[in-house]
């Protein structure tokens, strides 16, 4: 199985700045025939189902904010949201879909300092 | 609007089966691949398998072989989750999810399973 491992576990950041949540795969998700990152990013808010945000490490789902975005190739991305905003606070996903069986990093709590 | 719509939450005891339902409204019903995640109460997401209807053809996370079940009954445009064996670990939220794109870009809102005696 692809272990997916984030970082940090939790971050606090004031209103208006930025956030950067790190994602490491034990193996490339990048398939080498179509040069794609076979890896998404969720945003899940309390009592709600996983909102994808990002796909092919990098192509922001339409109707996500501009401030969210995905970059990193191989074993090594990152979420970054440019600017904080309070209905931001959630846990965030890694997830790869380079295997058959797809799977997730542990989630990182995003909370407003 | 397509949407992925579930079966009610459960309560069940240890030992005993559950069968969780998600219903596809809107488009091709054989476009769609059908995959079941699970979240224990402030856990991770957990795969456990999916089906693609347009080949009738399952796959299981080798955690849970043996003890799920996924079908889907294209008459009702509904696939299902059935996890037999049910143990107070299994307390969670299972979700079904379209990944006919490859990646999840579809979700239901979760049914709740409590196991308890």
């Known amino acids: 199985d692809i272990v997916m491992t984030q970082s940090p576990d939790s971050l606090a950041v004031s209103l208006g700045e930025r956030a950067t949540i790190n994602c490491k795969s034990s193996?490339?998700?990048?398939?080498?025939?179509?040069?794609?990152?076979?890896l998404a990013w969720f945003q899940q808010k309390p009592g709600q189902p996983p909102k994808l945000l990002i796909y092919?490490?990098?192509t922001r789902e339409s109707g996500v904010p501009d401030r969210f975005s995905g970059s990193g190739s191989g074993s090594d991305f990152t979420l970054t949201i440019s600017s904080l905003q309070a209905e931001d606070v959630a846990v965030y996903f890694c997830q790869q879909y380079y295997s058959p069986l797809p799977t997730f990093g542990q989630g990182t709590k995003v909370e407003i300092k | 609007q397509v949407q992925l719509v579930q079966s009610g939450a459960e309560v069940k005891k240890p030992g005993s089966s559950v069968k969780v339902s998600c219903s596809a409204s809107?488009?091709?019903?054989?476009?769609?691949?059908f995959n079941w995640v699970r979240q224990a109460p402030g856990q991770g997401l957990e795969w456990m398998g999916r089906i693609i209807p347009m080949l009738d053809e399952a796959n299981y996370a080798q955690k849970f072989q043996g003890r799920v079940t996924i079908t889907a009954d294209k008459s009702t445009r509904t696939a299902y989750m059935e996890l037999s064996g049910l143990r107070s670990e299994d307390t969670a939220v299972y979700y079904c999810?379209?990944?006919?794109?490859?990646?999840?870009?579809?979700w239901g809102r979760g049914t709740l399973v409590t196991v308890s005696s």
């Open positions: 809107g488009g091709n019903f054989f476009t769609y691949t």
């Open positions: 092919w490490a990098s």
């Open positions: 193996q490339s998700v990048l398939y080498s025939s179509n040069n794609k990152n076979y």
């Open positions: 999810a379209d990944s006919s794109r490859r990646y999840f870009d579809l």
